[in-house]
């Protein structure tokens, strides 16, 4: 049962275009999201996030929107350069059991910024 | 500061051995999470760590087993190591709020 899917494995954008990354959730429990960034070889890097009760947050050249009633969420990068080249995980943190959150991911798109 | 930290970078072992992971957190954190991720997909939910006490569980056989020490670093150990093993081993660590940060990870190879 995948509770949060990215049906996009991989996207394509020409350097200083936009970049848009999708993802869509089933789970009303998720009460945040998260953005990660991994390069080969890497640990997953934090990029940005969005509390359940916001609809938008930015940071620079990163905008994360969510939309709870269609249960959807996207990032868009602004202008896209190279070396944002890499795979993208969105994330959903769900309250557990004692008191913890578990972070359930995305397959992640592989986002490719041609020059 | 110094980010998440984990050893060793790989390793190979044998079907039916056992394995011990390293974790070191951010300075700071003290709260330790650990995932798979195998090929092709997201990084799965094993347990955390809160305090030294185990504080959730993903679905994972109790062959997976950790322990958080006092400075709050923490160690996975897998039992009895089935083909299937074979993944990408993540280790996250954060604080008062929700942001996990996480380490490089640990390539593990079961032959």
């Known amino acids: 049962d995948q509770q949060v899917k990215q049906n996009s494995p991989s996207l394509s954008v020409q350097e200083g275009r936009i970049s848009i990354l999708n993802c869509d959730y089933t789970n009303s429990m998720f009460d945040y999201f998260l953005w990660y960034k991994k390069y080969p070889a890497e640990g997953p890097t934090f990029l940005i996030s969005?509390?359940?009760?916001?609809d938008k947050n930015e940071d620079g050249r990163f905008t994360v929107f969510l939309n709870k009633s269609a249960k959807h969420l996207s990032l868009h990068i602004v202008p896209s350069q190279p070396g944002d080249s890499a795979v993208y995980f969105c994330a959903a943190s769900l309250p557990f059991q004692g008191g913890s959150e578990k972070l359930v991911f995305g397959k992640g798109t592989k986002l490719t910024v041609n020059p | 500061e110094t980010g998440v930290t984990q050893s060793p970078t790989h390793l190979i072992k044998t079907r039916g051995q056992q394995v011990t992971l390293r974790c070191s957190s951010q300075?700071?954190?003290?709260?330790v999470s650990w995932y798979q991720q195998a090929l092709g997909q997201g990084p799965q939910f094993i347990f955390q760590y809160y305090r030294e006490e185990e504080n959730g569980r993903g679905n994972f056989p109790p062959r997976f087993s950790g322990l958080q020490f006092p400075n709050y670093s923490s160690e996975l150990n897998v039992n009895a190591l089935e083909l299937d093993d074979s993944a990408l081993y993540l280790c996250?660590?954060?604080?008062?709020?929700?942001?996990?940060?996480f380490g490089p990870g640990t390539r593990l190879t079961v032959l």
């Open positions: 969005i509390s359940s009760i916001k």
């Open positions: 996250a660590s954060s604080g008062a709020v929700d942001t996990q940060y």
């Open positions: 300075s700071g954190h003290n709260t």
